[in-house]
């Protein structure tokens, strides 16, 4: 269910960029809270397979620790200058941010930012709010980048080869694939919606894993009536 939730993130990234009007529904703050839960599924994953398990498990969570790193520092970076514009200062505090060419740096960068989106959010000013609003710079994408920061450093650390093969998912790691689970349902049935209408913005494909889950029934014979992604639409 990551590596579906990290492609669909980055395709839900790239959609909102190209057909915001048609997908008005699905707000930035929902955006943000779905890679929220992204980050914390990660961190689940990386838990359960810290001190157990094959080296390539434990590769598979840093990886997708990253991955969705990486896809949190974009989201709040793109934040953070469409909010400076074209004010130097800031776009200067913004240029000083700690690198990402490697992934020791990516936890710093993450935390940089998310600081200095917290300075700029609790300013007490009509006019920054007002920037803020209009840059979709939100509490809920700086908490999404801490959080992608604090995952990530232990879920890459050393890899050990010691303890059992762990097959079967925590009740942690269950709770929250749930609350994953949701938050693709809820932004599938929209972006296929819009599918459907504009004929423009491109349907969100679930793995085949997981590809039961995106249909209904429907019928007399509650039979669902499967469409060119293998689910039906909502």
Avoid at 71 to 81: M, R, V, Y
Avoid at 99 to 117: F, H, M, Q, V, W
Wanted: charged share 25%; with cysteine.
């Amino acid at each position: 269910m990551v590596e579906c939730a990290l492609r669909w993130v980055v395709q839900i990234d790239d959609q909102l960029k190209k057909y915001r009007a048609a997908l008005a529904d699905y707000t930035d703050d929902r955006f943000a809270y779905a890679l929220h839960i992204l980050t914390l599924l990660t961190a689940a994953v990386a838990k359960q397979t810290k001190g157990a398990g094959s080296v390539e498990d434990k590769r598979t969570a840093a990886d997708l620790a990253r991955s969705a790193a990486v896809e949190a520092h974009k989201s709040l970076l793109e934040a953070c200058g469409r909010y400076a514009g074209k004010r130097d200062v800031l776009q200067k505090e913004i240029a000083s941010s700690p690198g990402t060419a490697d992934i020791d740096g990516l936890p710093g960068a993450l935390n940089y930012l998310a600081s200095l989106a917290e300075a700029w959010l609790a300013l007490d000013d009509e006019r920054a709010k007002f920037l803020a609003r209009n840059a979709r710079l939100t509490p809920e994408l700086v908490a999404a980048a801490r959080s992608a920061a604090a995952v990530l450093a232990p879920a890459t650390g050393e890899v050990v080869l010691q303890g059992p093969l762990q097959t079967r998912d925590t009740p942690e790691t269950n709770l929250v694939e749930g609350a994953m689970l949701l938050e693709m349902l809820y932004v599938w049935r929209i972006f296929n919606a819009a599918a459907d209408k504009t004929g423009l913005v491109k349907r969100l494909v679930p793995n085949p894993s997981i590809a039961h889950v995106f249909t209904r029934p429907t019928g007399p014979k509650g039979k669902g009536a499967p469409t060119g992604d293998g689910a039906t639409p909502d």
